[in-house]
């Protein structure tokens, strides 16, 4: 290296331990250090008729969930679910909790994994990555899903007395469930293929963790919402249908409740927000320091 670059690297890196220091970078890195960045598939803003999650009651008995024109703003979505072997990156740092999955040398999702764990492998991998990471809503997950939504299947509950093709569809539908052959051997990301927006796998065998909390609705007699209380301590999954279960269930088939066969596996993937100025500053800064780090030796 010429005298004047070294003089120069070693300036900027004098220059840059002052904002090292404040925002806690240093000149090895804090964890395993994720080479390959994830793809993710860009989501367009959407409007979607949208059947909202939860319990819902009129004149207090069981009605079916109202179905609402959402618009969703654009969003970025991994294309594939968190893999298992992401996920281990997470625990060898010390992170997160091992999952609950068998070992494998295949390239398989992480499932046995709770709400808990989900949200401790989103802000480690944030952390990791100097951005935001984050689940994505459960109408963020639908919009993402396009025509392999599930939502909710038919309840017993929202038969309509004057549409009997509700109760028909209604049974089918759990006719079809039963004499699907159980399938819980997680298969390698990829297995389902893409769906018309470029997703991977949604809809398998592998159920995933949203943000958007349980919620016991009251309907007024026109249909219309007259009250709601969220239940945090209860998550929403989307897969080939809705579920529900509580934070700390890694285990589909153990608790919770849903519509419809239990969960068969459960896992996640995560939603990249938009990184504002201060953090985009703060990954120049990191990547300036490394480079100034790497030109002294």
């Not at 925002?23 to 598939?41: A, C, F, Q």
């Not at 285990?251 to 519509?259: E, I, L, P, R, T």
Request: proline content about 7%.
């Amino acid at each position: 290296m010429h005298l004047h670059l070294y003089e120069a690297a070693v300036g900027a890196a004098a220059a840059l331990a002052l904002p090292a220091a404040i925002i806690g970078i240093s000149g090895e890195p804090r964890g395993p250090s994720l080479h390959e960045v994830r793809p993710t598939v860009a989501i367009v803003e959407t409007v979607l008729d949208y059947p909202l999650p939860g319990e819902f009651l009129a004149g207090g008995t069981p009605a079916a969930a109202p179905v609402e024109n959402r618009a969703v703003p654009a969003f970025h979505v991994m294309k594939q679910q968190v893999s298992l072997a992401d996920y281990g990156l997470c625990v060898a740092d010390g992170a997160c909790d091992p999952a609950d999955a068998a070992p494998t040398g295949a390239d398989v999702p992480v499932t046995g994994v709770s709400f808990l764990d989900a949200e401790a492998y989103a802000r480690w991998y944030s952390k990791a990555r100097g951005q935001t990471w984050r689940l994505p809503s459960a109408v963020e997950a639908a919009a993402a899903a396009a025509e392999r939504f599930g939502g909710e299947s038919f309840s017993a509950a929202a038969d309509d007395a004057a549409n009997p093709s509700v109760r028909w569809l209604r049974r089918y539908r759990e006719e079809a469930a039963v004499k699907r052959p159980a399938d819980p051997e997680p298969k390698p990301r990829g297995h389902y293929g893409p769906n018309t927006r470029g997703i991977e796998d949604f809809g398998g065998n592998v159920w995933e963790w949203t943000s958007t909390c349980y919620a016991r609705t009251t309907l007024a007699a026109d249909g219309s919402i007259e009250s709601v209380t969220d239940n945090c301590g209860v998550h929403v999954l989307e897969g080939r249908h809705r579920a529900y279960m509580s934070n700390f269930v890694r285990d589909g088939k153990s608790g919770g409740c849903a519509v419809g066969t239990p969960p068969e596996n459960l896992g996640f993937r995560l939603v990249r927000d938009e990184d504002s100025m201060i953090a985009r500053a703060r990954n120049w800064l990191r990547g300036a320091f490394r480079s100034a780090m790497a030109d002294t030796v």
